[in-house]
């Protein structure tokens, strides 16, 4: 490595000292500023509220809950092939291990062997059909852990198995039109052509680009493993501390393999450590199996994987395989697209199909297409279910049409931006998506100004020309890609949320929600929205633990809706409250009950300044109900699966970043130097939360399309990437030395929560500049005379493998 390079790698670290620096006194400041309007407790940059928890170490998980006497452990026996017929299982020697209570199987469920999510096609423990390398076949329930795992370990020698051969890639999946949900189709013209019409007219086009690419798939990698404790309780009941994003879900699928109603099931989940999305259904065979062995025994029984096995059993983010055919014009405006999207599924739908959906609806990303013809098959393989993943198909589908535009403007010899412009939606015209949605509240165009100017975008293309120039062995890349994501579920019915929030007669103020925190700050949002309503300090406010016995039916804690259906329902609630003290209050001071106010812990009613205790303490007095229930429905939704068309969003969150790396030519290594980002989180809740929701979305994205390779045996179906050691996810020294990140000033035009925008989801899609600057690096070592064959992820090997290729061919 060259002393330029080794210079600009060690003299960011000042900047990045700086940039720190000059958040916290922008956070500061803003706080100041929000702080002078009385009472505001929202858009301020309050800590997370268990952040003394979670650096003391003393935040209670599920596996930190005290373990009641009598409690067992259990662990799965895992198939050792990938596809076959299960003939037998001779049990006894795992019975006569030491410490084994009892031995499960599908056999054992008094209910539904099933666990699928959308659709009933997921057997909790094999039901005789061998799916994947890793498929629970039994359970084991020991007196402790060691004990249990020890013996079901045993299950290669115990399971007689008819072996198969087995469908591991999507590909082989498409070609024997093996899928886990029909074919999805949406098309769009607008000139009235039918596909051969739209075909024709990309034929026709000046230009002509054509193509095929893989992208692959991603480990959630939550820091808490999958668990579930599953305590029997009396009449027939269940209680279940689960680890997971979706309550609800894990309560309606107990119910069924135990073969009760909902009522008898109580799902817990104080908080999460971690989930991405890997807790939104798949937690769901973990809680039924500890739920059925509890019951089998009348006694309490954990189910806590370790790292292999969870990586063996549970899915992961979808990998796709894509085939278009594009035409444009000279300026590179898309004149029309068609589009073969294949994803890789595993044995069951579980949620593949509303993923496909997403991915369909995010490949216009932030550009018009005008002729637009789309497939999405969801490819049936004889490997773990993939499922939810942050993004939820959104990234598959985005990232397609970068790879197009990236391509576009390398055949044109143009810088991407100037092609990326050329296509963004406008304003007033050409802002209809695919879908039919009309694009409202578009900020594309001035967010990536800003972005452009900020970073000094312009003269560092031209810094980097130069030292590509002079530099025969490393080189440099650069790139800025934009973002517009959807949100809102894409099935109507789950953007819906409840919430409960009591008033105690000391003033304190404890809130349950349907959402459940996983790290994001939902619950330090959720308090600031309450305490914000009621005028009163954030210290006041308490949120529990998400419980399906408080707040029934809620939807899972993903879609990036978490804050906006959550937030909005405890306003809801804390509104009706403060409605009510107003005019107990002014029942009892005078004046009228719309004219009280409520900020900085007192109440302004009457001419009097009155403490907020003393109001409650004379609200309970007087009989007023001091709790509310709250729900919100987000409004103005529609969707035709079949013709896939309505309005699946709410709004649209916009983003755009910067990214410059260097990449060694002779080793594929790579480096990223700066990253700057630009992001729109509305009129934020908590501009330090969002922050960090930005900067972690940033550097996990990177890690899907860089460092994060899945590899399963070609013959077997093992998954042999199921650890850390071959495995890698980004660590702090993949961070870039200089990270700039900034959040975009204005307001959601829609009517969300305090007018703000999920930042959960839409910035996973901001490290595509990642992508694209390594590839714009390996285009450099050819003289940018040939589009780089660069696959995802861009490991070492990828990178060496398109550098090999752009230089034969140039």
């Not at 003289?783 to 861009?794: F, I, S, W």
Request: proline share 5%; with cysteine.
């Amino acid at each position: 490595m060259n002393k330029p390079v080794i210079d600009h790698l060690l003299r960011p670290a000042q900047p990045f000292a700086d940039y720190r620096a000059n958040l916290e006194h922008r956070l500061d400041t803003e706080g100041e500023s929000r702080a002078q309007d009385a009472g505001a407790r929202v858009g301020i940059s309050l800590p997370h509220e268990s952040a003394v928890l979670h650096v003391t170490g003393t935040a209670t998980y599920a596996d930190d809950i005290p373990e009641l006497a009598g409690t067992l452990h259990c662990a799965l026996g895992l198939s050792p092939v990938a596809a076959g017929k299960l003939l037998g299982m001779d049990l006894d020697a795992v019975r006569a291990m030491p410490g084994v209570v009892r031995v499960i199987t599908g056999e054992d469920i008094p209910g539904v062997n099933d666990c699928g999510s959308a659709v009933p096609d997921d057997p909790i423990l094999c039901d005789g059909e061998i799916r994947f390398l890793g498929q629970p076949v039994f359970a084991v329930v020991a007196q402790t852990r060691d004990q249990a795992r020890r013996a079901a370990a045993l299950a290669r020698k115990v399971l007689q198995i008819e072996p198969a051969e087995p469908v591991l890639t999507p590909r082989q999946a498409h070609a024997k039109g093996q899928y886990v949900v029909p074919p999805m189709h949406l098309l769009r013209s607008t000139s009235g052509r039918d596909e051969a019409g739209i075909r024709a007219a990309i034929a026709a086009a000046p230009h002509r680009l054509t193509g095929e690419w893989d992208v692959g798939g991603q480990e959630q990698f939550y820091l808490e493993g999958q668990i579930s404790y599953a305590i029997p309780k009396e009449g027939g009941g269940m209680h279940v501390h689960c680890s997971t994003q979706h309550p609800s879900e894990m309560q309606h699928l107990v119910a069924h393999a135990l073969g009760v109603h909902s009522n008898a099931v109580l799902v817990e989940c104080r908080r999460m450590g971690g989930g991405f999305g890997g807790k939104e259904s798949q937690s769901a065979q973990f809680a039924c199996i500890a739920a059925v062995a509890a019951r089998a025994l009348n006694r309490p029984v954990k189910l806590r994987l370790d790292r292999d096995d969870d990586f063996l059993i549970t899915g992961r983010r979808h990998g796709f395989w894509y085939e278009y055919d594009v035409g444009y014009d000279d300026d590179g405006r898309i004149l029309g697209v068609t589009l073969q999207m294949v994803s890789h599924c595993g044995h069951s739908a579980d949620l593949s199909a509303p993923v496909m959906t997403r991915a369909v609806c995010h490949f216009d990303n932030a550009y018009w297409l005008p002729e637009v013809a789309m497939h999405g098959y969801c490819g049936k393989t004889n490997t773990q279910s993939n499922t939810a993943f942050r993004g939820f198909g959104g990234p598959q589908g985005a990232i397609a049409i970068e790879y197009i535009m990236d391509s576009i403007a390398r055949k044109l010899g143009r810088d991407a931006l100037a092609v990326r412009r050329a296509n963004f939606y406008g304003k007033d015209e050409r802002n209809v998506t695919p879908y039919r949605q009309t694009v409202t509240d578009n900020v594309i165009h001035e967010l990536v100004e800003q972005l452009e100017a900020g970073s000094d975008y312009q003269a560092r293309r031209a810094a980097v020309a130069a030292y590509n120039a002079d530099s025969p062995v490393l080189k440099r890349g650069l790139a800025l890609t934009p973002l517009k994501f959807g949100i809102s579920f894409n099935v109507k019915h789950f953007n819906q949320a409840g919430a409960l929030v009591h008033i105690y007669t000391d003033g304190s103020i404890l809130v349950n929600h349907g959402g459940t925190e996983m790290g994001q700050g939902l619950n330090t949002k959720v308090a600031q929205v309450v305490a914000h309503e009621l005028g009163v300090g954030f210290d006041r406010v308490r949120c529990t633990a998400t419980d399906t016995s408080k707040v029934a039916n809620t939807s899972a804690t993903a879609a990036s809706t978490g804050a906006d259906l959550n937030g909005k329902a405890a306003q809801d609630a804390a509104s009706q409250l403060r409605e009510r003290l107003a005019a107990s209050a002014a029942a009892r001071h005078g004046g009228r009950a719309t004219d009280v106010r409520f900020a900085n812990d007192q109440v302004y009613v009457g001419g009097k300044t009155l403490a907020f205790n003393t109001v409650i303490s004379e609200a309970y007095l007087d009989r007023v109900q001091l709790w509310s229930d709250g729900f919100y429905a987000t409004p103005g939704l529609s969707w035709d699966k079949d013709r896939m068309q309505g309005r699946p969003f709410y709004y649209f969150a916009y983003g755009a970043a910067v990214s410059e790396v260097v990449i060694d030519t002779l080793t594929g290594e790579w480096k990223l130097l700066r990253a700057d980002i630009l992001h729109d989180a509305g009129r934020s809740l908590n501009p330090a939360v969002d922050i960090g929701q930005v900067e972690g979305a940033f550097i996990q994205g990177m890690g899907w399309i860089t460092t994060e390779e899945l590899v399963w045996h070609p013959k077997t179906g093992l998954l042999t990437t199921h650890a850390p050691s071959t495995y890698k996810i980004p660590t702090a020294n993949d961070c870039p030395p200089v990270f700039n990140v900034r959040l975009f000033d204005g307001p959601n035009a829609e009517d969300s929560i305090h007018r703000s925008k999920a930042v959960g989801e839409p910035p996973l899609l901001l490290p595509f500049s990642v992508f694209f600057a390594i590839r714009d690096a390996i285009s450099a070592a050819g003289g940018h005379r040939v589009d780089p064959p660069l696959t995802a992820p861009a490991t070492s090997e990828a990178i060496l493998r398109a550098l090999t290729a752009v230089r034969q061919a140039a």
